[in-house]
T-cell receptor, first 115, second 116 residues
Framework: GAVVSQHPSWVICKSGTSVKIECRSL??????MFWYRQFPKQSLMLMAT?????????EQGVEKDKFLINHASLTLSTLTVTSAHPEDSSFYIC???????????FGPGTRLTVL | AQTVTQSQPEMSVQEAETVTLSCTYD???????LFWYKQPPSRQMILVIR??????QNATENRFSVNFQKAAKSFSLKISDSQLGDTAMYFC?????????????FGKGTRLHILP
């Protein structure tokens, strides 16, 4: 099956700094990528949807200036958490979908801890 | 708006037993897709099984099968001969269409423990 990778898998940063998380589709072209946030023992919460070459569409309540999403190529999307604070600590998961392919593939997730 | 409800937050079952996880959903769509995803302790999301609403036959994948009741908007997952590796969080999910931006809507999940 298709593979989606995320980097880093785990990151610790200081409050006020920015952190970038990469999501790559390794063996297919992802026309659409999704970014989720997951708190412990909870479900996945969709943050935003990004289409290659377009601005991301953010879900209600998600600050677009804080969570910058870029989908500049068909194999790479990035999520940048700007001016991170401890409440941004969470598990972030990306997911990718190829055009005309009826399946969505998930990355392994990135654990962000903000001190 | 579509909603997905999983009424069992947590379940435990002995190894080799059969267990059924419940899921109900609400939609006004006639054609859609339903999924069960597994999230083991590694937290990697794994697709277990999926069902297209227009198909009357229940989907099966080895030890995993679903009971899809379209009129009742029910989509339960049965795990037969449960194994220790089945211990995970299980999410029921819904999607309208496979168009570019259509979102997968997840239930809150059921945490399943398989006991040795």
């Amino acid at each position: 099956g298709a593979v989606v990778s995320q980097h880093p898998s785990w990151v610790i940063c200081k409050s006020g700094t920015s952190v970038k998380i990469e999501c790559r589709s390794l063996d297919f072209q992802a026309t659409t990528m999704f970014w989720y946030r997951q708190f412990p023992k909870q479900s996945l919460m969709l943050m935003a949807t990004s289409n290659e070459g377009s601005k991301a569409t953010y879900e209600q309540g998600v600050e677009k200036d804080k969570f910058l999403i870029n989908h500049a190529s068909l194999t790479l999307s990035t999520l940048t958490v700007t001016s991170a604070h401890p409440e941004d600590s969470s598990f972030y998961i990306c997911s990718a979908r190829a055009q005309n392919y009826n399946e969505q593939f998930f990355g392994p997730g990135t654990r962000l801890t903000v001190l | 708006a579509q909603t997905v409800t999983q009424s069992q937050p947590e379940m435990s079952v002995q190894e080799a037993e059969t267990v059924t996880l419940s899921c109900t959903y609400d939609t006004s769509e006639n054609n859609y897709y339903l999924f069960w995803y597994k999230q083991p302790p590694s937290r990697q999301m794994i697709l277990v099984i999926r069902q297209e609403a227009y198909k009357q036959q229940n989907a099966t994948e080895n030890r995993f099968s679903v009971n899809f009741q379209k009129a009742a908007k029910s989509f339960s997952l049965k795990i037969s001969d449960s194994q220790l590796g089945d211990t995970a969080m299980y999410f029921c999910a819904f999607m309208k269409h496979w168009v570019r931006d259509d979102k997968i809507i997840f239930g809150k999940g059921t945490r399943l423990h398989i006991l040795p």
